[in-house]
């Protein structure tokens, strides 16, 4: 199973990115995908987190500091998960990582079997 972010950049505190995550190879049934992050000297924490049951996707997980601010969706069919970043703070800049498992245990614990490279998001003020 590879794991691949992309949609990371620089924007102006206020302004929005999509961050898109494609799970390819194997397929993972009833899988589960989440979305951390790291910004320097800070331990990883998870973000968004959404698992699927019978394809049918559904949110297990998102922190306080981004509730509503960054939307989760998923594309089951796709291996897809989708975080939009809307109204970005500084500090929100970090790499944002992608995880994916079969099963949600794991990806909760932030020890998914499957990692993403990561995609650097820069927030300015």
């Known amino acids: 199973v590879q794991v691949m972010e992309s949609g990371g950049g620089s924007v102006q505190a206020g302004g929005s990115l999509r961050l898109p995550c494609a799970a390819s190879g194997d397929t993972i049934r009833n899988d589960c995908m989440g979305w951390f992050r790291q910004a320097p000297g800070k331990v990883r924490e998870a973000v968004a987190i959404m698992g699927s049951g019978e394809g049918t996707p559904y949110h297990l997980y998102y922190a306080d500091s981004v509730n509503a601010r960054f939307p989760a969706s998923k594309h089951s069919a796709k291996n897809t998960l989708f975080l939009k970043m809307d109204s970005l703070k500084v500090e929100d800049s970090a790499i944002y990582y992608c995880?994916?498992?079969?099963?949600?245990?794991?990806?909760?614990?932030?020890?998914?079997?499957?990692w993403g490279q990561g995609t650097q998001v820069t927030v300015s003020s």
């Open positions: 995880a994916a498992d079969q099963g949600c245990n794991s990806v909760v614990a932030g020890i998914g079997r499957y």
